[in-house]
């Protein structure tokens, strides 16, 4: 499935949007920011590729990018005594 490639979507001010509504802007939401940009990102990639049908919406991307970028600001951000062995 090949085609002209979309536009892309500006997300960055949107997650910041949603960042701030639930707390103020300190380094680990600027982490969850930068982290959801990215994710947001790849979902997009994997977007162009999937049939039509199965393509996540935009709403979708956006969920999922913020959910797993907070995960992994919380994951990184504990302390080494916090994690477990690998």
């Known amino acids: 499935m090949r085609g002209p490639k979309a536009p892309r979507t500006d997300v960055r001010d949107v997650f910041k949007r949603r960042i701030e ?10 982490a969850v920011l930068d982290f959801a940009e990215v994710f947001y990102r790849q979902l997009e990639n994997a977007n162009e590729r999937c049939a039509p049908g199965d393509r996540l919406t ?4 956006e969920t999922v990018a913020l959910g797993a970028a907070t995960r ?6 504990r302390d080494a005594t916090e994690q477990p062995r690998l």
């Open 72 to 77: 992994c600001a919380v994951e990184l951000s």
């Open 58 to 61: 935009l709403a979708q991307m």
């Open 21 to 30: 509504q639930s707390s103020a802007l300190r380094r680990r939401a600027v």
